[in-house]
């Protein structure tokens, strides 16, 4: 009986996480779009610079991949309060535009390659980079896992603790937190 809850638990952990990367994943490929085909547009339609029309096609990109993860992908996740998960995850976009922006400085300044193929190459190879960042930083600092949910309790249950202390035992996270624990962690 145990090895079924086990194999149950493992299996619902990886549906769990399979669908929450084919929704970061559908998010993140429309941001792509957004980011990619925004910065060739600024780059070569509007003739913006090549640095600066990254910076922002990223933030248009950015905003439209952090509402979609707030509200669709990590919605079942512990919010804690929009401005600092705003705030939060433009920092950690600022970090993840580093590679990018690296990469085509590069071509463009120092191997003085100005055309377009050369620029999508840099700018393909910064943003695989600066994604696994992302997908790694959102869920550790941004998109936060709901508090442990605990079996039902038993009301009013308490044990004493080895100091002698009381301590609640079963209790469940405040009525107003819409969220669910975090299917990879481990029981």
Same mark, same amino acid.
């Given at each position: 009986m145990r090895d079924v809850q086990l194999l149950r638990r493992a299996y619902e952990r990886f549906a769990a996480l399979i669908h929450e990367l084919i929704k970061f994943g559908l998010v993140g490929a429309i941001a792509f779009v957004i980011d990619f085909g925004g910065t060739n547009l600024l780059r070569f339609g509007v003739g913006m610079g090549p640095l600066f029309?990254?910076?922002v096609a990223t933030i248009i990109a950015a905003t439209f991949a952090y509402l979609g993860n707030r509200f669709w992908t990590y919605r079942h996740r512990e919010q804690s309060g929009l401005a600092r998960e705003y705030v939060l995850f433009f920092v950690l976009n600022g970090f993840g535009l580093l590679?990018?922006?690296?990469?085509?400085?590069?071509?463009?300044?120092?191997?003085?390659?100005?055309? #377009?193929?050369?620029?999508?190459? #840099?700018q393909f190879v910064g943003v695989g980079l600066g994604t696994l960042f992302r997908l790694w930083s959102y869920k550790k600092w941004v998109?936060? #896992?709901?508090?442990?949910?605990?079996?039902?309790?038993?009301?009013g249950a308490a044990v004493g603790t080895a100091e002698g202390a009381v301590e609640r035992v079963g209790a469940r996270p405040h009525s107003d937190v819409k969220a669910q624990p975090d299917p990879l962690t481990t029981s």
């Open positions: 029309s990254k910076v590679p990018p922006l690296l990469l085509i400085g590069f071509v463009t300044y120092s191997l003085g390659l100005h055309d #377009a193929v050369s620029y999508n190459i #840099a998109f936060l #896992a709901a508090p442990e949910l605990a079996e039902e309790p038993t009301v």
